[in-house]
């Protein structure tokens, strides 16, 4: 089964910027029913939420949380199986664990988090104001 390897993140202050990279270890055949790759992040006490995310199979179709609209960027490199999230102008609101996924929507809502997934580890983005 493929596994997901986060990597890039790190602290910050605000306003600065942060790359993540989440890259898939091996070929998958799981593209015809997880469709979609995405980021989400939880804060210590708040529930996990999605951020943005890419429909892979579905040309590559965008979608983001507003309140990192105009922010951040989700993108992917099918060559190497890699998917970033560029994130700029932070805020520490952002402080979060970020997870990547490969994941099929769950009731057809993009960024809700998905009963069926595979998850990356986790990468820590620290804000500071």
């Known amino acids: 089964q493929v596994q997901l390897v986060e990597s890039g993140g790190g602290s910050v202050q605000a306003g600065g910027s942060l790359r993540l990279s989440c890259t898939a270890s091996?070929?998958?055949?799981?593209?015809?029913?997880?469709?979609?790759m995405g980021w989400f992040r939880q804060a210590p006490g708040k529930e996990r939420e999605g951020v943005a995310a890419?429909?892979?199979?579905?040309?590559?179709?965008?979608y983001y949380l507003d309140s990192v609209k105009g922010r951040f960027t989700v993108s992917q490199d099918s060559a190497k199986n890699t998917m970033y999230l560029q994130m700029n102008s932070l805020k520490p609101e952002d402080t979060a664990m970020y997870y990547c996924?490969?994941?099929?929507?769950?009731?057809?809502?993009?960024?809700?988090?998905?009963?069926?997934?595979?998850w990356g580890q986790g990468t820590q983005v620290t804000v500071s104001s």
């Open positions: 996924a490969k994941y099929r929507p769950r009731g057809g809502v993009v960024l809700a988090v998905p009963d069926f997934a595979i």
């Open positions: 091996a070929y998958t055949d799981t593209d015809n029913y997880m469709g979609f």
């Open positions: 890419i429909y892979t199979t579905g040309g590559g179709t965008t």
